[in-house]
């Protein structure tokens, strides 16, 4: 059974980073797929944030891209994303999922931007 | 980006209806859709990809279909399990791009 994990700190200053980690059991990343992940604002539809392929190979969503990073640890069996320069509109749900039609999801984490 | 306009927004059902959510790309898509199920509090779950395959588990009473641009999700007899919001993601390109979601309620 393919089950994802987020992790990271559920709140966050305003202009800091936020950082978090996808763990993944059940399936080795090394054997493909991509990775992704989405957010939902309170009350809001869902967001793709990004994807990353095994190899490293990268998508972001446009809106998002100059303050996106993910990566992924094959060794760890996990992903992880960052977001810098974060503001109030960050505030959200944060999920990460695999392929790219997103067939099993974490039970994703609010993370709070707010000082 | 290619955007996704869904159809209701919201809808009010009776258990044992018969309900059709749509889903309309702004360009052609083949059949790289995605439907999902979302209730409060909780995590999307998948339902259908490639527009018409239902995912490992989720009941038959779930059925999607079309193809190009336009897409629809129907559930054959609403149970009191199914009222959530309900959202279409098409994954033929980057960016990928969600639907606004359809909530579906109790009448």
Redesign the interface.
Known sequence: QVQLQESGPGLVKPSETLSLTCAVSGYSISSGYYW?WIRQAPGK????IG?IYQSGST?????LKSRVTISVDTSKNQFSLRLSSVTAADTAVY?CARR?????????TLVTVSS | ?IQMTQSPSSLSASVGDRVTITCRASQGISN?L?W?QQKPG?????LI??ASNL?SGVPSKFSGSGSGTDFTLTISSLQPEDFATY?C?Q?YS????????TKVEIK
Request: net charge negative; proline share 7%; hydrophobic share 25%.
């Open positions: 992704g539809g869902l967001e793709w994807s998508y972001y969503n446009p809106s999920y790219r039609d997103f067939d099993y999801w974490g039970q994703g | 980006d790289y995605a999902f909780k995590a999307p779950k998948s990809y490639a995912q959202y993601q994954y980057y960016p990928l791009t969600f639907g606004g979601g």
